[in-house]
């Protein structure tokens, strides 16, 4: 439509490679660049979500366990038996969901290698280096539920229900 109506002011007139301005914007590599750390900043919000998520399952279970626990600790457990309980069971969560995330990243890295310059499709320092901070970021999260289940009074988590 631009080309045609350029051709009738001036039939002369050459125009090559026609696009609209938001097309020759969206075209270049800031925008690029700035799409891709949109994409960057909504990951670390999603992770941050997903750690989350396990300390509102972990107090979830906690919760629902309150019970076990007052019968555990009126039989004898220890607060360290308590917390060791809780963080293996989040440490199962933990560990499922990194090897998914693991699987996950390195098939959507290879998958995105045209773009990458300089760096290999997957890194595994890298990818090694962000398990462990998600790792203990989850183990961390996880630490509040187990600390509330170490001292659950074992009389009024017997009288409660």
Known sequence: MVVSTLHQIDPRLGVSYEATMNEQIDATQAA???????WLVGGFAAMALGVLGLYGIIAFAVSQRTREIGIRMALGAQRSSLYKLVMLQAGWLIFVGLTIGLVCSVAASLWIRNLLFGVHAWDALTLGGVSV???LASMAASFLPARRAASVNPTDALRAE
């Not at 690029?32 to 949109?38: D, I, K, T």
């Open 133 to 135: 901070l998600l790792g």
């Open 32 to 38: 690029l660049l700035h799409r891709f750390s949109a």
